[in-house]
């Protein structure tokens, strides 16, 4: 298995990338594909502050890379936001790889295959599979592209498929139709979209750390432009919308769930807190949206002028369709994962610090030498953190060889 290879990296990320760094180093011939931009998906949520500084932010691969560059990087103990970390770490990162590894943005991966093998075929005949290499077939340029791999690590996150709205995560009615204008990602309201929400009423759903966070925006907006209200609709119950974790080793993170749930329940103008609810139907018009909402005390219409759901999202995966992936059926992460994390969390290492990268094994498929990594290895859990992600660059570049 030693010697180089042909590695895919599906996605310049921040996990893609460091794969990208490690897999050179290594010794392989390394192509990355990436739909959009470098870290595209960090250049949307750029206006967010990361809760983990630079030092847990960057991996060693991709140090040891611009530091050989002359690259004068930010102290560990910086907090950055998702611009400035991409700016002065992940696109220097992605210019310095450049020299080494073939790197292609616009190029959005469609499928990867095993050139003659059907997904059916060679059950349990892991050498069998793996001798026949893969196809991964990607669009670019209004054109379809093919290429052959020994390796392929899927490194394309989860941002670009956010979950459904509806009861038990299923569309609300109405809601597909209206997917475009329903916002899924914690939006930039202070600034680029300041003219979308500044003064509006805005319908936030969700109970996690995105929905703090958005909450905590709009409540700042609102003191700059009267008239800017929320009405935040949670799934769940109790004393406040988002669950604290006990003592939280992230103080940023800490603190932003501490004054979102100050804010959701001082009762005051700006935030209507609506727990135990869900939102059946949405509908727009001239007037606006119009969700129908089920609670403990029954169903009722909420008018909105905006919606925006931090709800969390999901893995992609017509990517690997043609493949032996087991993903697991309720988180739908690679099962031998997703089992670690569940056994972690019931030991009590819920805290995403507490969850490390648990080793190569559990990155194995029954598919070989095809790896799901980054935030996309924990399927709809939220709890992924990049150190996690370098950890198990790291574990994979054992797996693959060289
Ligand atoms: C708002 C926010 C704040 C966060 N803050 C922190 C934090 O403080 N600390 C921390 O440790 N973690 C944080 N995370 C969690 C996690 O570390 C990030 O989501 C991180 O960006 C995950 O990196 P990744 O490389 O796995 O995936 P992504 O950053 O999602 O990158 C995936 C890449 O793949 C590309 N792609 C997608 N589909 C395809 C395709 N079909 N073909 C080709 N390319 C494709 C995308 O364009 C993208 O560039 C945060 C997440 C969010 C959303």
């Known amino acids: 298995m030693g010697g180089t290879r042909r590695v895919i990296v599906v996605g310049a990320g921040p996990i893609g990338l460091e794969a990208a760094a490690a897999a050179v180093a290594a010794g392989h ?8 931009d470098v870290a595209d998906h960090v250049r949307q949520w750029g206006h967010v502050q990361l809760f983990t500084a630079f030092g847990m932010n960057s991996g060693p691969a991709g140090r040891a890379l ?11 103990g910086e907090h950055l936001s998702g611009a400035t970390w991409r700016e002065r770490y992940l696109l220097p990162l992605a210019a310095a790889l450049r020299d080494q590894v073939r790197l292609e943005t616009g190029a959005t991966v469609r499928h990867v295959s095993r050139p003659h093998l059907l997904k059916s075929d060679a059950v349990g005949e892991t050498s069998r599979r793996a001798a026949d290499g893969f196809r991964v077939f990607f669009d670019q340029h209004h054109g379809e592209h093919v ?3 020994d ?26 139709a209206l997917r475009s204008a329903i916002c899924y990602h914690p939006p930039d309201v202070l600034f680029a979209e300041f003219d979308r929400y500044g003064g509006r009423h805005v319908c936030l759903v969700g109970n996690g750390d995105s929905a703090a966070t958005t909450v905590l925006a709009l409540a700042q907006l609102a003191e700059t432009v009267a008239g800017t209200r ?9 004393g406040r919308p988002v669950a604290a974790r006990p003592d939280d080793p992230l103080p940023g993170r800490r603190s932003v769930v501490a004054l979102a749930n100050a804010v959701a329940t001082a009762g005051g103008d700006v935030v209507r807190w ?3 609810a869900q939102i059946v139907e949405i509908t727009k018009d001239a007037k606006g949206f119009a969700l129908r909402l089920e609670t403990r005390d029954g169903e009722w219409v909420e008018q909105a002028d905006e919606v925006i759901a931090n709800i969390g999202y999901e893995p ?6 043609a493949l032996q992936v087991h993903e697991c059926y309720a988180s739908r992460a690679p099962m031998k994962l997703s089992a670690a994390l569940s056994a ?3 030991k009590g290492g819920a805290d995403c610090l507490d969850l490390g990268g648990f080793g190569p094994d559990v990155l194995k498929n029954p598919e070989p030498d095809f790896f799901i990594l980054g935030a996309k290895s924990y399927g709809k859990t939220s709890a992924f953190l990049l150190r996690t992600g370098y950890e198990q660059v790291r574990d994979v570049m054992g797996l693959i060889g060289g």
């Not at 011939?29 to 959009?36: H, K, P």
């Not at 490194?155 to 038990?168: A, Q």
């Open 66 to 76: 611009l530091e050989a560059a002359g690259v004068l990087l930010p102290a560990d």
């Open 274 to 276: 609506i727990r135990d």
């Open 29 to 36: 011939a390394v192509t990355v594909l990436e739909r959009g």
């Open 230 to 238: 929320v009405t935040w609709v949670t799934r769940t119950g109790g």
């Open 316 to 321: 992609d995966d017509s990517l690997y369709r």
């Open 147 to 149: 290429l052959d791999a």
């Open 344 to 346: 972690a969390s019931g």
């Open 151 to 176: 390796a392929v690590l899927d490194c394309s996150g989860t941002w670009g498929t956010p979950n459904w709205l509806g009861p038990g995560g299923a569309p609300a009615l109405g809601e597909r």
